[in-house]
């Protein structure tokens, strides 16, 4: 019982540090990678509806969250750091696999 007497959460990312200690810099890669994520997701599934053409936003962004979501992996420490890392990564893919259909990261501007 010696965890439940002396810690103290503060503020909404404490819950990914799970064993007691702060890790300023993995939380700062998971929000990164799961805003990184959605944004790529979003803007790839509106270009794959044909409601925007956002490819070139999709394909970096997702490329982006990609890159950032697998340093993340390989930096976090606790298991509450790496499932929002590993949701926010398969977005982020998802997105940069729909906006390299669509046109790709330079959609056409080098050729």
Same mark, same amino acid.
């Given at each position: 019982? @010696?965890?439940? =007497?002396?810690?103290?959460?503060?503020?909404?990312?404490?819950? /990914?540090? =799970?064993?007691?200690? $702060?890790?300023?810099?993995?939380? @700062?890669?998971?929000? $990164?990678?799961?805003?990184?994520?959605?944004? $790529?997701?979003?803007?790839?599934?509106? =270009?794959?509806?044909?409601?925007?053409?956002?490819? /070139?936003? @999709?394909? !970096?962004?997702?490329?982006?969250?990609?890159?950032?979501?697998? !340093? &993340?992996? *390989?930096?976090?420490? =606790?298991?509450?750091?790496? *499932?929002?890392?590993?949701?926010?990564?398969?977005?982020?893919?998802?997105?940069?696999?729909?906006?390299?259909?669509?046109?790709? /990261? *330079? &959609?056409?501007?080098? &050729?």
């Amino acid at each position: 019982m @010696a965890q439940a =007497t002396g810690q103290q959460r503060t503020g909404p990312l404490s819950r /990914l540090n =799970t064993d007691g200690k $702060a890790h300023p810099v993995q939380n @700062a890669l998971v929000v $990164a990678t799961v805003l990184l994520g959605v944004l $790529a997701l979003a803007t790839g599934l509106s =270009t794959y509806q044909g409601a925007a053409d956002l490819h /070139l936003l @999709a394909s !970096w962004s997702g490329l982006a969250g990609v890159l950032t979501g697998a !340093w &993340g992996q *390989f930096v976090s420490e =606790t298991t509450a750091e790496r *499932f929002p890392l590993v949701i926010g990564l398969g977005a982020a893919a998802l997105g940069l696999f729909l906006g390299m259909a669509y046109g790709g /990261l *330079f &959609g056409g501007l080098l &050729g």
